[in-house]
């Protein structure tokens, strides 16, 4: 735009092994882009060129690029499964074709990518690459440093990543230790808001990772910057692939009896050389039921020593936090992650997560559950983070 010329511009797009898509953005450029470059010398077939001050870029173009508002329409392409919202940028065909070499170890570890939080997955998510580092907790038996840590509303979220989280939990599972890891959402937070109790037991786990991203904007917030999202669903199949390689058994607790031999089938088919050695489908009841001293010998005798914990906020921080001592394995609550990894239910697309919108997909998909989850708790907590930060700032 500024220029003659259509304002959608249409580019042949893409990536690893050629594979070509049609890429939407707002233009930018003059619509001699590539005679501009041609008459500076500089070869428009190359992918890695840049220009401090682009001469192809028009008045309103540099607006929309230094605002990003050039790539909203993008979003479509990341509807349609051809993008993701992170990876390396997408090239035009023609640099493609003449630079395949080159952009082998540039593509070789995603697709194309919009920039952003979540890169574009199915319901069971791709293995996230971490850090080559020993599995070690932080505690009596496997010592590092306790992660940094805020806390929101009261309640402890701590700043870790996938790759520091899996090792803590593999390492604590190795030492057959028991602990309690939560996954915290604004759920959580405003659960712990309410009831002083559940924040305590929220508090007193080993570990709390930020699971929903308005958690992680707040550590952000409160001056941890390199805070990020670990989620659930995510968490769950790099600390099974992780277990795996290390040889711990594992168990489930939670979910339907259909949901949970789902769950279970794709699990083996995914590690054939993990052990699931304990998978139990709890009636539904109260705490104290599903928390009975028979559990807990089912549970050590099984040998399981990573416990994914699947009943839902508040109940599987409750149980967890009661189960404590008794069980030595690392319970992991992880909510909704066996629905969603069984199939069950479906995923909000990865652009609504990046942005926080996840709950808007839920709440669309089960109204009559969801509602007052998401209608009572998260303006509450947008009122009430936001008076936690201007008091900390005074």
Not at 187 to 212: C, I, K, Q, S, Y
Request: with cysteine; net charge positive.
């Amino acid at each position: 735009m500024g220029s003659p010329g259509p304002v959608l511009f249409r580019q042949l797009r893409g990536t690893r092994g050629g594979r070509p898509f049609t890429m939407y953005k707002f233009r930018t450029m003059s619509v001699d882009a590539d005679g501009i470059l041609a008459r500076q010398g500089i070869d428009p077939t190359s992918p890695f060129f840049k220009l401090d001050r682009d001469p192809r870029l028009t008045r309103v173009g540099r607006f929309l690029r230094r605002t990003s508002l050039d790539e909203i329409p993008q979003l479509f392409n990341v509807l349609k499964g051809d993008m993701s919202l992170v990876g390396p940028r997408p090239l035009p065909m023609d640099q493609v074709r003449h630079n395949e070499a080159a952009l082998e170890t540039r593509h070789e570890n995603g697709d194309p990518g919009h920039g952003g939080e979540v890169a574009v997955r199915s319901q069971w998510p791709a293995p996230i690459p971490l850090e080559d580092s020993p599995s070690r907790g932080w505690g009596s038996t496997a010592e590092a440093d306790p992660p940094d840590h805020r806390f929101i509303l009261g309640t402890r979220v701590d700043a870790v990543t996938y790759a520091s989280a899996a090792d803590r939990i593999i390492g604590w599972a190795r030492d057959e230790e028991s602990r309690m890891v939560c996954v915290a959402t604004v759920h959580t937070v405003m659960e712990g808001h309410d009831d002083p109790r559940f924040r305590a037991v929220v508090n007193g786990a080993d570990l709390v990772t930020a699971d929903g991203m308005p958690l992680v904007w707040g550590l952000r917030r409160l001056g941890l910057p390199e805070a990020t999202r670990v989620y659930g669903p995510d968490l769950t199949p790099i600390v099974l692939a992780r277990a795996e390689d290390a040889g711990v058994p594992v168990g489930f607790f939670g979910g339907t009896p259909p949901v949970l031999s789902r769950l279970a089938d794709r699990v083996r088919a995914r590690h054939p050389n993990l052990e699931i050695a304990y998978a139990a489908s709890p009636p539904f009841g109260s705490l104290s039921e599903l928390a009975r001293a028979g559990v807990a010998r089912d549970i050590a005798g099984s040998g399981a020593r990573v416990l994914f914990v699947g009943l839902g906020c508040p109940n599987q921080e409750r149980w967890m936090h009661a189960m404590r001592g008794a069980v030595p394995s690392v319970m992991l609550g992880v909510g909704a992650a066996f629905d969603f990894l069984a199939g069950e239910k479906p995923q909000a697309p990865p652009w609504m997560m990046a942005v926080g919108l996840e709950w808007l997909f839920r709440l669309a998909s089960e109204p009559r559950r969801l509602w007052r989850r998401y209608l009572y708790h998260n303006p509450r907590f947008l009122w009430q983070f936001g008076r936690q930060v201007i008091r900390e700032r005074s």
